[in-house]
């Protein structure tokens, strides 16, 4: 039996995978490692980000989906991340409740990340957990946020197929909006449509979304469908499923799968050049030292080029005619 | 009579202002040190964002505000920037134009600027040119914007007041409010207000404002105001304008100057930051290598850590352990 952790997590092993997560959740150098190692066999499942209000059913629905893809015999991974909160004492106790109804069952691998630090950190977290779970051979993974802010559109944005959920009533689309997530949706739902206004709440986004629409209509435009569910009733979705496996596959067909991984790893690689950064930003300058240098600027003692330009050598990122001196 | 360009911008030479602009906008390498130069006179002017749909009358309501700042004996600047278009074409004609109500006027400073490369480097610039007009006496800077989107606020970041202009109708107020406008303005004017609608327009605006609002009523919050003018006809300015003071007013007693103050620092010292790693990247690796790597981490044959590791390197931002090897 070996007893590395990469081999362990490929040949299908729950608990290399659990502890892979705990290593990408504690920014373990380590993970770095393995995840490199993993990528190779990665790139194979359907990422799907679910976001939409707090309080939209949004885990329910997802707990659905996910039993909708097992009847159709696929292996399904959740992450359920938290950006507003550090603690995931919430989020593990709403685990348990889903792993009653998903117990047992080793094609379903659950877990929920809590915010540490810095959203750019809980992104990429999320967005290398996915990754474990694409290379542990989880067909569909699911990214499910708990609110649906600048943070969360920051996280569901590593999906291939995002999920909006909605709720009848005004003031939840309008949250929604705020967030700039009309422009993420590939599907809405409209969850808890057995409550008055899931027509009208359906047509308000249809409405929203001809409006914003800036391309006619073409084989190469994707038509955001609107579907309603009443997720604990477990009412409508199959038809989500349906949905989100015909955008895939518009997807893959359009040629926009090809242009969505490159920008995506565009944005990573420069992504962690910036976490680089900062975090050779955080090794070499106290919270003291920062809050000295922004009064001084503040103060017009000193001026922001110039405090950059020292912050510049100090993490080593000096002009290449300079290096060495 | 002194040549440096420093002294005489800050004797209040328009000549030296224009050329200083020109420096900033050129990205040229003289401006950064006249700009540090400049710093410690900056820091007096209020520093006004106005943004919101296209065809929402912006322009007409800028030169509107700005002549009846004239009339309270201020000096103004305005800058109009457009990120969307990078030639300066459109710009320059309405500059022509809006000169002609305001030619001759040596307390008046009107400059366009279109996009030239990145979006950081834009909202850098406009941030840049904005201190220069600051450094040169204008008591009140106004940064102008042709759209609405993600750009848009990123640019009017910088400003002390934030106004947003909309027009009766229903589909600009969902414009702007798909990208997350709600939460920057400080002030929203209802522009057109002669056409039928306007009162409507307002009351949606207070009603979604009413729905975002997180905190209670209390003298530490600003109360949005929603203001009607018809810009064509000099109707209802004054109002703005004095809002305008009423919210200096308030961010001074509030002490959320200071705090604005010191965020925006922190921003530009880290924008500054990622900037000079931006520049360093495109020094570095030319673009037929990016298209090179990125396509190597889509088809797996090298992963995203190992190539931001590699350009981490060629950078110069190495590990502080490893530093001069």
Known sequence: VSTDIVERLLSGDRRALARMVTLIENESPAA???????????????????????????????TQVARELRRRDLRVGVVAVDPSSPFTGGA??????????????PNVFIRSMASR????????????????????????????????????VEIVRAAHSVLVVTVPGMGDDIQAL????????DIFVVNKADRPGADQAAAELRMLLSLAAKQPKSP?????????????????????????????????????????????VYSEVLALLQHAL????????????????IDAVVERRENPY????????????????????
């Open 117 to 152: 630090g810095s959203l750019g950190g809980l992104a990429a977290a999320t967005r290398d957990v996915a990754r474990a779970l694409d290379a542990a051979g989880f067909q569909v993974v699911i990214i499910e946020t708990v609110g649906a802010g600048q943070a969360e």
């Open 32 to 62: 770095r490692e393995y995840l490199a190692r993993l990528y190779p066999q990665s790139g194979r499942a359907q990422i799907i980000g679910v976001t939409g209000s707090p309080g939209a059913g949004k885990s329910t629905l997802v």
């Open 220 to 264: 190469d435009v994707w038509r955001v469908p609107i579907l309603k569910t009443s997720a604990t009733q477990g009412e409508g979705i199959a038809e989500v499923v349906d949905a989100l496996f015909r955008h895939r596959a518009f997807l893959s067909e359009s040629g926009q799968l090809a242009r969505r991984n490159q920008r995506q």
């Open 278 to 293: 900062a975090q050779r930003l955080k090794q070499t300058v106290p919270d003291e030292e920062w809050q000295h240098l």
């Open 306 to 325: 110039q405090v950059a330009d020292l912050l510049a050598r100090r993490v080593g990122l000096s002009d290449p005619n300079q290096a060495g001196v």
């Open 92 to 105: 593990i106790l709403g685990d348990r409740i889903r792993m009653q109804e998903l117990a047992g069952d």
């Open 178 to 185: 705020k967030a700039g997530i009309l422009e993420i949706a």
